[in-house]
């Protein structure tokens, strides 16, 4: 594990508890089993992926040693090896995505992790609740529960910890952040942060933990407009992953090449990888992002005009959104939604208007200003075509110039422009009315 030999952890782990099942139990082997037990989560993790049948039997038979050996009177004598468990419940449960489900858990280790004396497991505990609820739309409550978790976070003791917990803790910190910064409306914040998470990770000198920022930090540079970073990223990711036999990473850079190909105009390439990596994720019981994948699938069939599959794709990742309350990018699936209505060759425009009012909807209700503006541009642009420019500049004004930062990102380039565009209509507007008004009381004086 120190090695970041992920594979062959595994297997000598696997051998060691067999060869502790031959031996007649004693309390000393029966807390070596446990030991062993929880070590195994980790590169199973990596390796099989957070909800594959082997990860959760692993996680599953760790916690049922925990509860027998309580039952016996003989705990753990290490409060660390309960942690190691409830890490593997953690990412299990997000990667079988249950938003309920998961707030019960990390809500529970979070409560167990305040009653330890050692301040690891509550920067733990931290990572997770923010984790959960950022997944769950709750965002300025996600980003407090992370910055209290970098607070806590000591590098001297806690990056040694790395291989027992999947990766060193700092990292989700710092990665998931960038996230929660960007969907507030801090660009230039996320992007700080997702440098720290990558500089961090290279610091532990461990690959889990390095796959595991190439991957999420990708996020926000993508999201940001910043591809070439991003794509060098996830280039360096899946070489690592192939090294390193990493199911659980191949896959998911395989999906985020999918979102950047895209996002980028190259459609095909971007249905090919997006659905095959679907299809891996679904054999390993994994759910987590499903609707997000889903939507840029949607917006690659949109983009070679294959609007059956598109209006399939949103439909199905509207539909997981309500089922498993993983509601993060549900206010930008429903303004794709409304994009797509009007693409179809009825024009959609009673129906696209509904998701765009949606969209902003959900977007103010969880602060995402990010999304907030995307919505508000779509719904702008719609409104232009309908001749209600100056409704259009006065829902779209208000969001853009709520930013203080990252006026050189993507989306706040585009909105802008966009005002400039309504600005110019509302002035020939006013020419043609002006000139109009003219006409008019010119033709009344020479009837008089």
């Known amino acids: 594990m120190e090695r970041s030999a992920l594979v062959e952890a595994a297997a000598q782990l696997t051998r060691a508890l067999d060869q ?178 990558l500089k961090s990770a290279r610091a532990t000198g461990q690959a889990a933990t390095l796959m595991f920022a190439l991957h999420f930090t990708a996020h926000p540079l993508i999201l940001c407009g910043h591809y070439s970073r991003a794509s060098a990223h996830l280039q360096e990711l899946g070489a690592l992953a192939e090294k390193k036999d990493a199911t659980q990473w191949r896959v998911n850079g395989s999906l985020n090449q999918g979102f950047l190909f895209a996002v980028t105009g190259e459609p095909s390439n971007a249905v090919e990888m997006i659905t095959s990596g679907i299809a891996a994720l679904r054999a390993m019981n994994y759910t987590h992002s499903m609707p997000w994948w889903l939507s840029h699938l949607a917006v690659a069939h949109v983009d070679l005009d294959q609007l059956d599959d598109a209006q399939r794709c949103i439909g199905e990742a509207l539909d997981t959104i309500e089922k498993t309350k993983e509601r993060w990018c549900e206010a930008e699936a429903y303004r794709l939604a409304g994009e797509i209505a009007l693409l179809s060759p009825e024009r959609e425009t009673a129906k696209a208007q509904t998701y765009f009012e949606r969209a902003l909807s959900v977007a103010r209700q969880q602060q995402a200003k990010s999304w907030e503006l995307r919505a508000a541009m779509s719904l702008a642009r719609l409104w232009r075509s309908q001749g209600k420019v100056q409704q259009a500049r006065d829902l779209l004004a208000p969001v853009y110039w709520w930013f203080t930062e990252g006026f050189d990102t993507r989306d706040l380039k585009e909105a802008k422009a966009l005002l400039e565009e309504l600005a110019q209509d509302s002035r020939s507007t006013l020419r043609v009315i002006s000139g109009a008004s003219q006409r008019k009381i010119g033709g009344e004086r020479s009837l008089s």
Not at 42 to 55: I, N, Y
Not at 146 to 161: E, G, N
Request: proline letters at 6%; one cysteine or more.
């Open 20 to 197: 502790i099942g031959t031996l007649p139990s004693t309390p000393a082997l029966r807390r070596e089993k446990i030991r062993l037990q929880a070590a195994l989560i980790t590169p199973l993790v990596h390796v099989k992926g957070w909800s594959a049948p082997e990860t959760k039997a692993a996680i599953e038979q760790a916690r049922l040693l925990v509860e027998q050996a309580e039952a016996l009177g003989e705990p753990p004598e290490d409060p660390l090896l309960l942690f190691s468990v409830l890490y593997g419940v953690f990412v299990s449960s997000v990667g079988a995505f249950d938003g309920d489900v998961l707030r019960d858990v990390t809500s529970h280790i979070l409560e167990l992790a305040e009653r330890q004396a050692s301040s690891f497991p509550r920067v733990m505990g931290h990572n997770f609740v923010a984790y959960s609820s950022m997944l769950s739309g709750e965002f300025a409550d996600g980003r407090a529960h992370f910055d209290q978790a970098i607070a806590l976070y000591d590098p001297t003791s806690h990056r040694q910890l790395a291989t027992r917990f999947g990766e060193d803790q700092n990292v989700p910190s710092f990665a998931f952040r960038a996230w929660v910064a960007w969907l507030l409306g801090y660009p230039e914040a996320a992007l700080c942060d997702a440098d720290e998470a």
